[in-house]
């Protein structure tokens, strides 16, 4: 008898499904997986069978087998499950052990239904400072239009994007930071954001994962992310997050036992020593950028709680060539939704959803350092609720909830890369 202690590695896949050129059936070989330090809860071994139900005539009250959505090997059917994988994590940073996160599990997840922007420079301090949004470093296109910077002010946290690096040789930010200084160091953030434009539906690759114990191993080809929810747990920033595999099956006979985690060198986020802003004005949105990005003031919110989900919507593209029915998963929608609590009542927002405006959203945590930092960005956001609307629910304060949607961003002055990007989740390097 064995006990259900248990790991879930993942691998980044060169083709969707992981198909053996020789057989044509998913195959772990050429695959290097990684243990995910994920909570052991969620980890289950996933999938239900496919199957076509026999309704035939018959001469009494009987069922009959129904028939296996399969493909035949040596004569024989190939065991196969379709369904979730889901996992629950927190978001501990690279550290200093590595300038990005492209051979990292992190890197994995979030690859596995966005694409990822980088800068060239990992930190530098802020030179030639004109104000809170622009400064002229030594090579402002070492900065990538639409990712994400942080740095340390008067020991906060606080972020920003790019959203020109060639203003006359300066870097222009939005939304501001508080007071930035030639002192100021800025860090980069690894940016991943969904396709859109001419990226629309792309994603840097799919995914395979493996749970594995005593007595105990499935596989899992052709993962692609179809919501991630960002919540708190006393504080501490986590991650639940749901992939759609095309092809689950077990290798119970090969396991060995489970794997020990590998652990990132940085910090988990944490919701404290850091800033919820909106912008003080609206950007661009429903137009593009002319010949230099927006430069947005900044308005700190009192906020509590906050939580962040991001759905996307998977659209197989069907064939019959392979076991999997599919030869990829194609993003066909994002749909965003962030909630935030405040604790001080922000008036200034009371008219914004009768007045239909749209307004920078960006939440930070802490610590930011090398290595360290996380944010979350809707470049723009509407209101889908009335923020005059108070919860006076319970017994203590009164608060104010603000649910915020994607729209559409055009203040950066590129479209490539996470350039006019409608949502952005950054991690420090």
Known sequence: MSVTHRSLSIAPESSFGSLDSTTGLPSTSGLTFVSIPCERDPIVIYGEPVASERNDARDGSYGLPP??????SSGSRVRRRTGQVALRLDLTTIGTTANNYDSNYLGYLLGAGFKTAKHTMLSEAATNVSNNNLFTPTTSTDFAVGALLGCDIAGRAEYTAVTDNDESGAVAISPALSNLQNTTTLRA??????????????????????????????????????????????????????????????????????????????SPPFFRGSYVVVSSTSPTSLTNASSTGDKLARTALDCEDFTLTITNTLTP?????????????????????????????STTLNDDYFNRTVRQVLVGTG????????????????????????????????????????????????????????????LGV
């Open 367 to 426: 610590p930011v350092a090398d290595g360290k930092g996380c944010a979350f960005m809707l470049p723009a956001a509407y209101l889908t609720n009335d923020p005059s609307q108070y919860d006076v629910s319970g017994n203590d304060i009164v608060r104010q909830t603000l649910t915020y949607k994607q729209s559409r961003f055009g203040g950066d002055v590129v479209e490539t890369g996470a350039g006019n990007s409608p949502v952005r989740i950054g």
């Open 189 to 266: 953030l690894q940016t991943w954001y969904p396709g859109s434009r001419a990226e629309t539906g792309s994603k840097v690759s799919s995914v395979a994962f493996q749970v594995q114990g005593v007595d105990f191993l499935t596989n899992c080809f052709g993962c692609v992310l179809e919501t991630v929810s960002i919540s708190l747990d006393n504080g501490r920033v986590m991650a639940d997050l749901t992939y759609q595999s095309a092809c689950i099956q077990d290798n119970h006979s090969s396991a060995v036992a489970p794997v020990e985690p590998t652990y990132n060198a940085g």
């Open 67 to 72: 028939e296996p959505d399969t493909v035949f």
């Open 317 to 345: 593209l069907g064939h019959s060539n392979s076991i999997l029915a599919m030869s990829d998963m194609e993003i066909s929608d994002v749909d965003v939704e962030l909630t935030l609590t405040l604790s001080t009542l």
